[in-house]
């Protein structure tokens, strides 16, 4: 697959047959849900596509997150939902026989997915654990971190659900498990194993579950969501209502750039035109435009008035920085303006 942009002549929900989701900053922020989050995925689910639900929260068991999401108005099973603290416990079963005892730090969701593939929770470092298993949960304090060290620096494995470093929720950004983690890392010393996005076992664990065979990635964060997507070398949709923004799209890296850009949710139920170039370096997508000269990012803005339009601009602005970047020339970074969609409206757009 390649490094740049893809293209889809009919709507993504048509093209794919099930959705691999992220939930914070994609479907809600904290307890609030996302606008048009809900419709996008009901109308998605009404042309055939399936959804499972795969996050990078530790904290909650699949039932407690189904359970937020029907109430949200999007209807869910716990059957439905792929949590990094399964996928941790399914790192810890590759080298612990049944019964080794693991010292958890993190909340219900990661104690049972723990129990539920045959090891021993402990609590202490004192009962000699073979590994700690870290995952995010609001109640973890220093002292579940003082003991996930102990344990650590007397021989036990360490494991994260996940490394990432923020945690969107309504009011903003707060520490996310990737802090707390390096945390009880800088302490010890020693690096953990991760089990999360951008890893993409939990991606593989949940295409195997469904049996799909054209899965399509979706999430807002390009280090983990998207950077999981390129790993496992699955095509990825970035929606523009999370951490990673349109300018982040820009100036992404070869690993972790997206194959799709989306306002929201809503874009499943779209084509996605890929663009092409032109001439005197211009590179466009239906009437919008953008072009790399001497290092500095130029763009045309699209004559239309919708939020397609809007996100044109953006793909003709990944169209032609990547390829500038891809070639070995500079690019301004400062030259690249907050570009994004925040519903009705277009943000920053220069040229």
């Known amino acids: 697959m390649t490094a740049g942009l893809l293209g889809s002549d009919i709507p993504l ?3 794919y047959d099930v959705a691999l989701v992220d939930l914070d900053g994609v479907t809600y ?13 009901a109308k998605a689910r009404a042309r055939g596509m399936r959804l499972v639900f795969v996050t990078n929260n530790a904290s909650r068991e699949p039932e407690s997150v189904s359970g937020q999401l029907t109430e949200l108005g999007i209807p869910a099973d716990p059957a439905d939902i792929m949590t990094a603290a399964q996928a941790a416990a399914q790192v810890l079963r590759t080298r612990l026989a049944r019964g080794s005892k693991v010292l958890v730090v993190g909340g219900a969701g990661l104690r049972t997915a723990v129990l539920a593939v045959g090891l021993t929770i402990v609590d202490s470092a004192d ?4 590994a700690v298993v870290q995952g ?3 109640e973890v304090g220093w002292a579940q971190l003082a003991e996930a060290a102990y344990a650590i620096e007397r021989g036990a494995w360490h494991v994260a659900s996940n490394l990432d470093r ?5 009011r903003g950004f707060a520490p ?3 802090s707390l983690v390096l945390a009880v890392q800088s302490a010890t010393g020693v690096v953990p194993d991760s089990a999360g996005k951008p890893s993409p076992a939990m991606y593989r664990m949940a295409v195997e579950r469904v049996g799909a065979e054209a899965p399509l990635v979706i999430g807002d964060r390009l280090d983990t969501d998207l950077a999981g997507a390129r790993a496992g070398d699955y095509p990825g949709l970035h929606v523009l209502t999370g951490v990673s923004s349109a300018r982040d799209d820009v100036l992404a890296i070869p690993a972790e750039r997206p194959h799709f850009i989306g306002a929201d949710l809503r874009s499943l139920l779209v084509a996605h035109p890929v663009p ?4 005197e370096g211009w590179w466009t997508c239906r009437d919008a435009g953008a072009r790399v000269v001497g290092g500095r990012l130029e763009l045309s803005r699209s004559q239309g008035t919708g939020v397609e339009a809007r996100v044109d601009v953006i793909r003709a602005a990944c169209a032609a ?3 500038a970047v891809d070639a070995g020339d500079e690019l301004d970074a400062h030259s690249v303006p907050e570009l994004g969609v925040d519903g009705d409206g277009f943000i920053g757009a220069a040229g």
């Open 276 to 279: 092409v170039q032109g001439t």
């Open 13 to 15: 929900a048509d093209r």
């Open 29 to 41: 922020l904290g307890h609030k849900p996302i606008d048009r989050a809900a419709e996008g995925l």
């Open 136 to 138: 995010f949960a609001p």
């Open 176 to 178: 996310g498990n990737g």
């Open 166 to 170: 923020s945690l969107p929720t309504a």
């Open 321 to 323: 920085a990547w390829s």
């Open 127 to 130: 009962d000699e654990p073979d």
